[in-house]
């Protein structure tokens, strides 16, 4: 993953990519990520990136200019960029999305908006793919684009280390996870269940994907339509249906 932001607040990035996971994979060099910030790019003596609405009406619009000449200068090469605004009106991100953006060869250019929006020229002459993390009403694109580099970082071979494969989490299965427990055997008068401790390991992941597939039919139903379920799921889910009251 190559990805560049352009923000008018940098720093944000720089205090979440400098712990954990991302800080070590910037550090080997698994993914490259670099953060510019948009007043740079601004051509008068004050910096300016807002200005008042065409039309009226509250609230300041982000100037064109700046995010244009951003992207130019730093990628020329419009075949060789994938240009992504982040917006409240762009195509739901989820897990599919971050597969495919993990398989981009393109560089990554995110796209922050503050203020009220960004004028509608950057969508229409700049902007390659317009992406929202979700249906609510927020202050900046920031939160949504390091939204979009963790769970895509994360899919680039090695950013988990070995110990543990992207394939290996819960959600890529396409279902909820099971619960998780650790010690001690009694927290609060609640008991680990006793398979866990049973060493069984085929009744343990017996055990799991029941719960699983418990989780997701009651909480989120409809990710079950998205997969294909086996054979032994049809008669965990018909062993579930049975114990319900
Ligand atoms: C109209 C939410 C405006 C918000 C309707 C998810 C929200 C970027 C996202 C807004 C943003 C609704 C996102 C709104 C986002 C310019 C600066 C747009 C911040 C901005 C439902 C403010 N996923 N929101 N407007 O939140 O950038 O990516």
Redesign the pocket.
Known sequence: MKCDVITIFPEIFHAYLGEGILKRALEKKLIEIRIHNLRDFSKDKHKTVDDYPYGGGAGMV?KPEPFFSAVETLYPERAKRRVIM?????NK?DQDMAAELSREKRKLILL???????DERVRTALVNDE???????????E???L?IIDAVARLIPGVLGDERSAEEDSFSSGILDYPHYTRPPVFMGIEVPEVLLSGNHKEIWQWRRKEALRRTLERRPELLEKIRLSDEDYTLIREIKGERQ
């Open positions: 982000m982040l917006s409240p009106a762009g991100f922050c908006g503050r203020y009220e929006a960004i992406i929202s993390v979700g249906d609510y009403i927020l202050t900046g694109g939160l949504p684009a939204v």
